[in-house]
């Protein structure tokens, strides 16, 4: 799927990372970095799931969420 999707009303989910900031009501869950310095694993407001950023491991949600804290 080439767009996002809005899961759970907050959090965006996307293939590339998508431009959010504070005043924005949305969280973006996104990969495509792979291991690319320029951008954080997480933040308050997204989180890198990159293949090699998590160990090539699956992820629970509530462990995404947790990282955004």
């Not at 949305?26 to 310095?37: D, E, Q, S």
Request: charge should be negative.
């Amino acid at each position: 799927i080439p767009w996002p999707i809005v899961f759970k009303e907050y959090f965006i989910l996307s293939h590339e990372p998508l431009y959010i900031n504070s005043n924005m009501p949305y969280a973006n869950i996104f990969g495509h970095v792979h291991g690319n310095p320029a951008y954080k694993d997480a933040s308050k407001q997204s989180v890198c799931v990159s293949a090699e950023r998590i160990n090539y491991t699956p992820v629970a949600f509530e462990e995404l969420v947790a990282a955004m804290k």
